[in-house]
C-alpha cells in the first residue's frame, strides 16, 4: 500500500496564502500540493484554497507529520482531531511545558501517517484495513478541501490517526502493513519503570510472538521513546493477524493501556 514516505505537514490556509507561496514556503511545487488535496474538479474548483481549510503538504525527509497551530488550536481541539489524549500529544512534543498554551505558527508532532489513496479504495474499505471507525478517520481529514464522504480519489493523501491510548504510542509498523521477524517496533510510551509488553497473533488464533518486553528510554510520568525487532515465536498460520501493545497492573495484572492493530504477514 502506498504510504507516502516523506515529510508531511497539516496545514491551516491563513488570508494571502496562495499555491505557490505555500509551495516556496514548504519547499514543495504546487502540483503535489493540488494532487495530494484533490483540488480539481469535481471536488473544487482548479487549485482553489480559502482560509480556514486544511492542505496537506509534503517534501523530503523522514515519515514525520507535524501540525501547524493556527489561531485559536488547542491541544485538546488536536486531540479530539487525531483521536488521541492531550497527554500524549504533550508528551511527544516535550517543547510543550503547558499543555494550555501552544503559540500559532509552533509545528507540533502529531500521531498521523499518510496514506494515498489508490484506485478502487473506499473510505469505508480504509477504515476497515486500518482498523479505526470511518468516523476518526473523517475527524483526521476535517476541513480538507478535496474530501467528499462519497468519493475519494487516487493520489490524495489521506491523514490517517497512528494507534494510541492514553500512555502508548505506536508509529512502526503502520497498520496493515507486512510484518516479519526483525520488523521495528517503534513508539513512545508512559509506563512505570520504562516497561511495556507487546504480542502478536494470527487471524487463525495461533499466537506468533508469545508476551515479551520492551523497555522504553524514560520512566513515567516522562514519555520515552521505544524500538525493537520483533520476534517470532510461531510462523504464521495465515496471512492476517494484530500486534498488542500494552501494559499490565502491578495489583491484579490486568491488561492497562492497550493499543492493538491490524497487521500483515508474508
Do not use: C, W
Not at 517470532?232 to 491488561?255: C, K, L, Q
Amino acid at each position: 500500500m502506498p504510504f507516502v514516505d516523506q515529510t508531511h505537514f497539516l496545514y491551516t490556509i491563513q488570508p494571502g496564502d496562495t499555491l505557490y507561496t505555500l509551495a516556496n514556503r514548504f519547499g514543495t511545487d504546487v502540483s503535489l500540493i493540488v494532487s495530494a488535496n484533490a483540488l480539481y474538479p469535481p471536488i473544487t474548483d482548479p487549485g482553489l484554497i480559502y482560509p480556514g481549510q486544511v492542505l496537506v503538504l509534503t517534501r523530503p525527509g523522514l515519515h514525520k507529520t507535524y501540525q501547524m497551530v493556527s489561531q485559536g488550536d488547542t491541544l485538546y481541539s488536536f486531540a479530539q482531531r487525531y483521536s488521541a489524549s492531550v497527554d500524549l500529544l504533550q508528551g511527544i512534543n516535550p517543547q510543550v511545558a503547558n499543555p494550555m498554551f501552544i503559540y500559532p505558527n509552533q509545528f507540533l508532532n502529531v500521531p498521523v501517517f499518510i496514506y494515498e489513496v489508490e484506485s478502487g479504495d473506499t473510505l469505508n474499505s480504509l477504515s476497515r484495513r486500518f482498523g479505526i471507525s470511518l468516523s476518526a478517520l473523517l475527524n483526521a481529514n476535517k476541513y480538507r478541501p478535496g474530501l467528499s464522504p462519497d468519493v475519494i480519489y487516487p493520489g490524495f493523501y489521506l491523514a490517517v490517526p497512528l494507534p494510541s491510548s492514553v500512555n502508548i504510542l505506536v508509529t512502526s509498523p503502520f497498520p496493515s502493513t507486512i510484518v516479519q521477524e526483525g520488523s521495528p517496533l517503534s513508539g513512545f510510551a508512559r509506563a512505570y519503570e520504562g516497561g511495556i509488553l507487546y504480542r502478536i497473533t494470527d487471524s487463525s488464533g495461533r499466537v506468533v510472538t508469545e508476551e515479551a518486553p520492551i523497555q522504553a528510554s524514560a520512566a513515567g510520568p516522562l514519555y520515552g521513546t521505544f524500538s525493537i525487532p520483533v520476534k517470532f515465536d510461531s510462523s504464521p498460520a495465515s496471512a492476517e493477524g494484530e500486534i498488542f501493545v500494552y501494559t499490565r497492573s502491578a495489583n491484579d495484572g490486568s491488561v492497562q493501556d492497550l493499543v492493538k492493530f491490524p497487521v500483515r504477514f508474508r
